[in-house]
């Protein structure tokens, strides 16, 4: 082993958060790198996939209660149900840049863990809603306390992984999503079997996820650090070796100060505007398919609980299309965009099967709702773009926040093209799907090109002659850093 010095004279388990330098830190042989990576990937990725399975579970539990007679109990009528899945994103954009500006100040591991707590108490008092307002208020606040799951673990993929290594971990852990999926719809069969008596099971299916949710918000307070120096599970010589892989790649495992000059770079960057407007397309199709996923397979001749079991075929789908691109994209330099591009198209050509295949042609529409999924797995490759090319904490912040909020107005758009009036087709909602994949489509092709035009225009600049260790500890944006390449 070989010592790259920095001297300092504090305390590196303070998480480098307020000294100048860096520390001692360890430089060890490739074998010995592999070694933490894969301790840290056995640890750290289950913590964060399991909570983005629930994450999606407990947000999808609309979908599945109004197979269980919620819509009956409840009294909704009209586009109520359309606007109890709408107002979810409503809560999560008035939480989305308070969420930001807390990740970066507050201890992330306790924050998200906290937050996980209190959104599963949230989840469990649906059961106690028998009105529209209920409803409404319970599942703005739902999605206010999910806003902070996204870019809390896009900022700590960012902290323990190279810019390389990024892709694959950002599609395992959001491959819980896709489990949730595959997934919920046999749980909420099971659970739709109880026979409780005064509780409908639409009120066991929040009550038995919320009470799941809150056990893993405890695990997450103890076992989710705050930074790699600051990990119990890891030794003094692994906690180096994280930190100074990921300084050498140019990444940075500290946390900084809130930087208001990052925010107005952030806004005036175009990659923020086209990451923005092609989230608010796709997910067009994403908030009106969350929200009437049941009801459109009900649609395609599936009756009752039988819906929530068919989905399953969806879940799989969504998961090959996730780990195949990660896994495309981690082996392969700099087809992020290109890999974006034509998972779009394919969610395309899925809804243009729902749309023009008849009524009796169940096999073909169902197939085509699988095919339409496949955008999903667009999402954890937008932030490890974000992640990988964007430097300065608040200004990466900044730019998941603003994704995430265009995230959210597409979902709130979404379920108003789609009506239970307009059951069993919804040609209005898929219509507008289908314009939305097209210009998701067109906006990750611009990313592309000023991507491309941007490494072309900084080949010829003269990189700072300072360490990459000193670098990062300034917390430089990518826009201040000469002779920054970015990932395509």
């Given at each position: 082993?070989t010592?790259?010095?920095?001297?300092?004279?504090?305390?590196?388990?303070e998480?480098?958060?307020?000294?100048?330098?860096?520390?001692?830190?360890?430089?060890?042989s490739?074998?010995?790198?592999?070694?933490?990576?894969?301790?840290v990937?056995?640890?750290?990725?289950?913590i964060l996939?399991?909570?983005?399975?629930?994450?999606?579970?407990?947000?999808?539990?609309?979908?599945?209660?109004?197979l269980?007679?919620?819509?009956?109990?409840?009294?909704?009528?009209?586009?109520?149900?359309?606007w109890?899945?709408?107002?979810?994103?409503?809560?999560?954009?008035?939480?989305?840049?308070?969420?930001?500006?807390?990740?970066?100040?507050?201890?992330?591991?306790?924050?998200?863990?906290?937050?996980?707590?209190?959104?599963?108490?949230?989840?469990?008092?649906?059961?106690?809603?028998?009105?529209?307002?209920?409803?409404?208020?319970?599942?703005?606040?739902l999605?206010?306390?999910?806003?902070?799951?996204?870019?809390?673990f896009s900022?700590?993929?960012?902290?323990?992984?190279?810019?390389?290594?990024?892709?694959?971990r950002?599609?395992?852990?959001?491959?819980?999503g896709?489990?949730?999926?595959?997934?919920g719809?046999?749980?909420?069969?099971?659970?739709?079997?109880?026979?409780?008596?005064?509780?409908?099971?639409w009120?066991?299916?929040?009550?038995?996820?919320?009470?799941v949710?809150?056990v893993w918000?405890?695990?997450?307070?103890?076992?989710?650090?705050?930074?790699?120096?600051?990990?119990?599970?890891?030794?003094?010589?692994?906690?180096?070796?994280?930190?100074?892989?990921?300084?050498?790649?140019?990444?940075t495992?500290?946390?900084?100060?809130?930087?208001?000059?990052?925010?107005?770079?952030?806004?005036?960057?175009?990659?923020?505007w086209?990451?923005?407007?092609?989230?608010?397309?796709?997910?067009?199709?994403?908030?009106g398919?969350?929200?009437?996923?049941?009801?459109?397979?009900?649609?395609?001749?599936?009756?009752?609980?039988?819906?929530?079991?068919?989905?399953m075929?969806?879940?799989?789908?969504?998961?090959?299309?996730?780990?195949?691109?990660?896994?495309?994209?981690?082996?392969?330099?700099?087809?992020?965009?290109?890999?974006?591009?034509?998972?779009?198209?394919?969610?395309?050509?899925?809804?243009?099967?729902?749309y023009?295949?008849?009524?009796s042609?169940?096999?073909?529409?169902?197939?085509g709702?699988?095919?339409?999924?496949?955008?999903?797995a667009?999402?954890?490759?937008?932030?490890s773009?974000?992640?990988?090319?964007?430097?300065?904490?608040?200004?990466?912040a900044?730019?998941?926040?603003?994704?995430?909020?265009?995230?959210?107005?597409?979902?709130?758009?979404?379920?108003?093209?789609?009506?239970?009036?307009?059951?069993p087709?919804?040609?209005?909602?898929?219509?507008?799907?289908?314009?939305?994949?097209?210009?998701?489509f067109?906006?990750?092709?611009?990313?592309?090109?000023y991507?491309?035009?941007?490494?072309?225009?900084?080949?010829?600049?003269?990189?700072?002659?300072m360490?990459?260790?000193?670098?990062?500890?300034?917390?430089?944006?990518?826009?201040?850093?000469?002779?920054?390449?970015?990932?395509?």
């Amino acid at each position: 082993m070989t010592s790259i010095g920095l001297d300092t004279k504090s305390d590196p388990s303070e998480g480098l958060k307020h000294s100048t330098t860096v520390g001692s830190i360890t430089y060890v042989s490739p074998e010995e790198s592999r070694r933490v990576r894969r301790k840290v990937d056995l640890i750290l990725l289950p913590i964060l996939g399991f909570c983005y399975f629930l994450q999606f579970l407990d947000k999808q539990t609309l979908s599945y209660a109004s197979l269980l007679g919620m819509i009956e109990d409840t009294h909704l009528a009209g586009t109520q149900f359309s606007w109890t899945g709408s107002i979810f994103y409503f809560g999560f954009i008035f939480w989305s840049y308070p969420t930001m500006y807390l990740s970066v100040r507050l201890p992330i591991g306790k924050y998200l863990g906290a937050t996980v707590f209190v959104w599963a108490a949230i989840l469990m008092c649906h059961a106690a809603c028998y009105s529209f307002m209920g409803l409404m208020i319970t599942r703005f606040f739902l999605g206010a306390f999910e806003a902070s799951i996204a870019p809390g673990f896009s900022l700590i993929t960012g902290m323990w992984y190279t810019r390389r290594q990024q892709p694959l971990r950002y599609g395992l852990w959001f491959a819980g999503g896709s489990m949730a999926t595959l997934f919920g719809g046999l749980l909420s069969y099971g659970i739709g079997h109880i026979d409780g008596g005064s509780v409908a099971a639409w009120q066991y299916l929040f009550l038995i996820f919320g009470a799941v949710t809150a056990v893993w918000g405890i695990v997450m307070l103890i076992f989710l650090p705050d930074t790699p120096a600051k990990t119990f599970w890891l030794t003094s010589d692994e906690r180096s070796t994280t930190l100074h892989n990921i300084m050498a790649d140019g990444q940075t495992g500290t946390k900084s100060s809130y930087k208001f000059s990052q925010v107005l770079e952030a806004f005036r960057d175009p990659v923020t505007w086209c990451l923005s407007l092609y989230s608010f397309c796709v997910n067009i199709a994403n908030g009106g398919l969350t929200t009437f996923g049941s009801l459109v397979v009900q649609g395609f001749g599936f009756k009752g609980l039988e819906a929530l079991l068919i989905q399953m075929p969806t879940g799989a789908a969504q998961l090959f299309f996730v780990i195949a691109s990660a896994v495309l994209c981690s082996t392969f330099p700099n087809i992020r965009t290109l890999t974006m591009m034509a998972l779009a198209l394919i969610s395309l050509l899925g809804m243009v099967l729902m749309y023009a295949l008849p009524d009796s042609n169940q096999a073909g529409r169902m197939a085509g709702f699988c095919l339409s999924l496949a955008f999903s797995a667009n999402m954890p490759l937008a932030m490890s773009l974000i992640t990988s090319n964007v430097r300065g904490l608040t200004k990466r912040a900044v730019i998941n926040a603003c994704v995430l909020v265009m995230y959210c107005v597409g979902n709130i758009v979404g379920p108003q093209f789609f009506s239970v009036d307009e059951a069993p087709r919804y040609e209005r909602g898929i219509t507008a799907s289908l314009c939305g994949f097209g210009l998701g489509f067109f906006w990750i092709l611009v990313l592309r090109l000023y991507l491309q035009w941007q490494n072309k225009k900084r080949a010829g600049e003269v990189e700072l002659d300072m360490p990459q260790e000193m670098l990062l500890l300034e917390d430089r944006t990518d826009w201040e850093t000469p002779g920054c390449k970015y990932v395509l």
